[in-house]
């Protein structure tokens, strides 16, 4: 069985990633390892903790009705993101990363996002790298 991991943070990219990652497991019948990274230290409280455990949650139900096989990783060991991402990547042997974007501002544009960049340039593996929709403010319709 073939491995995708995908990184995940519980916003608008991190829910975008998540949802196309599930759609290429299931076609490729594939097992997903979702990696949530945090630097860890004393910057990560309680709160954070509590807030994380939550996001995963989300995770799980999203992903239990898909019949897809999968795992989720929680790492809080003081590395970027990035540097997570590929280490679990080469780990598994990924088939591929599949990683979530969202708008930037010009500057931004010029630089990409810093852990985007570094998964795109020090991956094991091609990465799929997936734009957010726009999330939809309370009382807005589709």
Same mark, same amino acid.
């Given at each position: 069985?073939?491995?995708?991991?995908?990184?995940?943070?519980?916003?608008?990219?991190?829910?975008?990633?998540?949802?196309?990652?599930?759609?290429?497991?299931?076609?490729?019948?594939?097992?997903?390892?979702?990696?949530?990274?945090?630097?860890?230290?004393?910057?990560?409280?309680?709160?954070?903790?509590?807030?994380?455990?939550?996001?995963?949650?989300?995770?799980?139900?999203?992903?239990?009705?898909?019949?897809?096989?999968?795992?989720?990783? +929680?790492? $809080?060991?003081?590395?970027? /993101?990035?540097?997570? @991402?590929?280490?679990? #990547? &080469?780990?598994?042997?990924? !088939?591929?990363?599949?990683?979530?974007?969202?708008?930037?501002?010009?500057?931004?544009?010029?630089?990409?996002?810093?852990?985007? +960049?570094? $998964?795109?340039?020090?991956? /094991?593996?091609?990465? @799929?790298?997936?734009? #957010? &929709?726009?999330?939809?403010? !309370?009382?807005?319709?589709?």
């Amino acid at each position: 069985m073939t491995t995708i991991v995908v990184g995940y943070v519980p916003k608008a990219e991190g829910r975008a990633a998540l949802r196309r990652a599930a759609e290429e497991a299931e076609l490729r019948d594939a097992k997903l390892v979702v990696v949530n990274s945090h630097r860890g230290g004393r910057s990560f409280d309680s709160d954070e903790a509590a807030a994380s455990d939550a996001a995963l949650t989300e995770v799980r139900e999203q992903l239990d009705p898909t019949g897809v096989p999968y795992e989720v990783r +929680q790492l $809080v060991r003081g590395l970027d /993101p990035a540097e997570d @991402l590929v280490a679990v #990547a &080469e780990q598994v042997h990924a !088939e591929f990363i599949v990683i979530g974007l969202r708008r930037r501002s010009p500057v931004g544009k010029l630089i990409l996002g810093s852990n985007a +960049q570094r $998964v795109l340039l020090d991956a /094991p593996c091609p990465v @799929l790298a997936v734009k #957010a &929709e726009p999330e939809l403010s !309370e009382g807005e319709e589709d």
